[in-house]
């Protein structure tokens, strides 16, 4: 399958990994929008939010575990957001679910 992100997380790619186990890699988005963004991801292939099933579900889980990990390792205790985009209108634009993980600015909200 032609997927960017199945290619990051196969190291077909490289990237800037800030953490990894057998389900899920987070790394350093190459578009930072904040002085801490990264993405979080499941290594396996996953649409987006929008093909979360009661069998596949518990990646989510795990990867707000990551989440709130790397807040602790990375001394995010003025705040942070996870987002992710699902469709054309929300802006999706790699059709791999990813979570970003954005700290070190105010995010303001609602998004634009
Ligand atoms: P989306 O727009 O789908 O919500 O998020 C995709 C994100 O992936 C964007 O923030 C974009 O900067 C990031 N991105 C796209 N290609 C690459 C890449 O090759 N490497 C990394 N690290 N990030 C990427
Ligand atoms: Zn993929």
Redesign the pocket.
């Known amino acids: 399958m032609d997927c960017?992100f199945c290619k990051?997380a196969a190291g077909e790619?490289p990237?800037?990994k800030v953490y990894e186990d057998e389900q899920v890699l987070a790394?350093?988005?190459?578009?930072p929008q904040a002085p801490f963004h990264v993405?979080i991801i499941p290594k396996e292939h996953i649409a987006s939010a929008g093909e979360i099933t009661p069998e596949n579900s518990g990646i989510v889980a795990h990867i707000f575990e990551v989440a709130a990990t790397l807040a602790k390792e990375h001394k995010l205790a003025d705040g942070f957001r996870v987002v992710t985009?699902c469709g054309e209108q929300a802006?999706?634009?790699?059709q791999h679910l990813?979570f970003?993980m954005l700290a070190g600015r105010n995010l303001g909200w609602p998004p634009g």
């Open positions: 960017l990051i790619i990237s800037a790394f350093k988005d190459i578009e993405l985009n802006g999706q634009t790699v990813h970003h």
